[in-house]
């Protein structure tokens, strides 16, 4: 259950102070853009302290203060060159509001962070950029399930003055971003404390003045333990209001027939209703007496059960309910003459399972189909059969118009050209091989050729003596004709 706003809201106001440790992990990559090929900088270390600490003088008005130490080491392969910690230090006011149960805080104020720079000698040597900048953060608080809380932060420097190691005045960017879940371990009347699994994505970018630019990234992970401080609680809570005679009604709804549960039926008791869970069960807790259960299920009819129900007692009632005729809906099937529109009799039309034939005004009916799509198949001699879909609708009657065109038979497909020299024109004697017909040809005394071949894809090879040879690719169907003609280049004497 989620935490109410109003308790949610009165247990944030109490709180007048919180510390947070964190230990954890950190993930660094950035480049330093130098002179040459430049510099990069990758590793994961485990030494990524932190503390957190928050006070609040009344119930939005607060001040924060934030340490930070992060290890770092800079390595090429499994070899470390050097290494070293960067500090990050912050501190200034913070308000607080509460939205409903969520809870959402705003600081401003000072932060000091050193940024990895590197020095220009053979061996690089971590010299550490100083960033001073005015901040603004915030935080939101959101309560989850069984004490559970979210938090999002972010940070953002909006007036900044950097430093290299030797005083020059650079220029530098970034952000931080991130987020963790609160869980809680220990609640006390003026303490409490919490688990934080925390997680953080730092960016920064410095520019020197000779324009050396370094850029990071650090993605930190890690766990922390938070203590916080509340008022002392006011008055104990009121006792517990004088029991109510009340006792349990169970119902199981099944399918009358088979016995099966019905999951998902709502039952209306008086002006309450409830769903049945998955094993077709619904309890409630009601006053002593008579009560009427009205019973409603998806495809059944409506049933109704009477139960007493006594004081402290327990009253279980099965409900049989009987399934509904299933709606069906029919089709009507008009076939015709796809040449001149004229009704066909006779013709055999196939929907779905069932079979029927037109009568003389070329119409057929089909009944009792359940409704949804239906594939319909239309054949008759002299033909070509047709495949049509018709969609059928609880009630109602579709209709359906299917045109028949003619079977034509065809003969074979024919391939004709001439074969000529690209050297004035000559016709040639040549040769065409077809090898998924198992054909080989030769030209007459025109260069003129003449294949018959069944319908498909076909890969001709045309050659000729003291010339290039050629392949085409035709497709022909039954029936039809392909005229080509090729022209051979003349081999080039050596």
């Given at each position: 259950m989620l935490v109410s706003p109003a308790s949610a809201r009165a247990e944030q106001e109490a709180e007048r102070a919180s510390?947070?440790?964190?230990?954890?992990?950190?993930?660094?990559?950035?480049?330093q853009a130098d002179v040459g090929p430049g510099l990069t900088y990758e590793g994961l270390t485990p030494n990524d302290l932190a503390a957190v600490g928050v006070g609040w003088v009344g119930p939005w008005l607060g001040a924060w203060a934030e340490v930070q130490r992060e290890a770092f080491d800079l390595k090429e392969g499994s070899l470390r060159i050097t290494g070293g910690s960067l500090l990050r230090a912050s501190v200034g006011p913070r308000a607080r509001t509460f939205l409903g149960p969520v809870r959402a805080e705003v600081g401003a104020g000072y932060g000091f962070a050193q940024l990895p720079l590197f020095g220009s000698?053979?061996?690089?040597?971590?010299?550490?950029?100083?960033?001073?900048?005015?901040?603004?953060?915030?935080?939101?608080?959101?309560?989850?399930?069984?004490?559970?809380?979210?938090?999002?932060?972010?940070?953002?420097?909006?007036?900044?003055?950097?430093r290299d190691a030797t005083g020059t005045k650079a220029e530098a960017t970034g952000f931080s971003a991130g987020g963790a879940l609160l869980v809680p371990l220990k609640s006390a009347a003026r303490w409490g404390?919490?688990?934080?699994?925390?997680?953080?994505?730092?960016?920064?970018t410095v520019t020197l003045a000779d324009g050396t630019r370094s850029e990071q990234r650090l993605r930190r992970v890690g766990a922390a333990l938070e203590l916080s401080w509340r008022d002392a609680p006011h008055a104990p809570p009121p006792p517990p209001p004088a029991r109510v005679p009340a006792g349990t009604l169970s119902l199981q709804m099944v399918d009358a027939?088979?016995?099966?549960?019905?999951?998902?039926?709502?039952?209306?008791?008086?002006?309450?209703?409830?769903?049945?869970?998955?094993?077709?069960?619904?309890?409630a807790e009601l006053p002593p007496g008579e009560v009427a259960a009205r019973?409603?299920?998806?495809?059944?009819?409506?049933?109704?059960?009477?139960?007493?129900?006594?004081?402290?007692?327990?009253?279980?009632?099965?409900?049989?309910?009987?399934?509904?005729?299933?709606?069906?809906?029919?089709?009507?099937?008009?076939?015709?003459?796809?040449?001149?529109?004229?009704?066909?009799?006779?013709?055999?039309?196939a929907v779905g399972a069932a079979e029927v034939r037109t009568d003389m005004m070329g119409q057929a009916q089909v009944k009792d189909l359940p409704p949804g799509p239906v594939a319909v198949v239309v054949k008759s001699p002299g033909f070509r059969p047709a495949e049509e879909a018709a969609v059928i609708v609880a009630g109602q009657e579709s209709a359906l118009s299917v045109p028949l065109a003619?079977?034509?038979?065809?003969?074979?497909?024919?391939?004709?050209?001439?074969?000529?020299?690209?050297?004035?024109?000559?016709?040639?004697?040549?040769?065409?091989?077809?090898?998924?017909?198992?054909?080989?040809?030769?030209?007459?005394?025109?260069?003129?050729?003449?294949?018959?071949?069944?319908?498909?894809?076909?890969?001709?090879?045309?050659?000729?003596?003291?010339?290039?040879?050629?392949?085409?690719v035709v497709k022909v169907r039954d029936g039809e004709q392909a005229i080509f003609n090729v022209d051979l280049f003349p081999r080039q004497k050596r």
């Open positions: 510390l947070r440790l964190r230990y954890g992990v950190s993930l660094r990559d950035g480049q000698s053979e061996a690089p040597v971590l010299a550490r950029g100083v960033r001073h900048a005015a901040l603004v953060n915030g935080r939101v608080l959101v309560p989850l399930f069984l004490g559970l809380k979210l938090e999002a932060r972010g940070e953002l420097p909006v007036a900044l003055a950097v404390g919490t688990l934080v699994l925390d997680f953080q994505h730092v960016q920064d027939e088979t016995g099966a549960p019905l999951p998902g039926a709502r039952v209306a008791l008086g002006d309450v209703e409830r769903v049945a869970d998955a094993q077709g069960r619904v309890e019973v409603s299920a998806e495809g059944y009819a409506p049933s109704e059960a009477r139960a007493t129900v006594e004081d402290g007692g327990r009253a279980a009632v099965e409900v049989r309910a009987r399934r509904l005729p299933p709606p069906t809906g029919a089709l009507r099937v008009t076939v015709v003459s796809a040449q001149n529109g004229v009704p066909l009799p006779e013709v055999r039309v003619l079977e034509r038979k065809s003969g074979p497909a024919t391939l004709t050209g001439q074969v000529r020299s690209t050297r004035g024109g000559q016709p040639l004697a040549a040769t065409l091989l077809i090898p998924q017909a198992k054909v080989r040809t030769r030209t007459d005394a025109k260069g003129a050729f003449t294949v018959r071949v069944k319908g498909g894809t076909y890969r001709i090879t045309i050659s000729a003596r003291g010339h290039l040879s050629q392949t085409k």
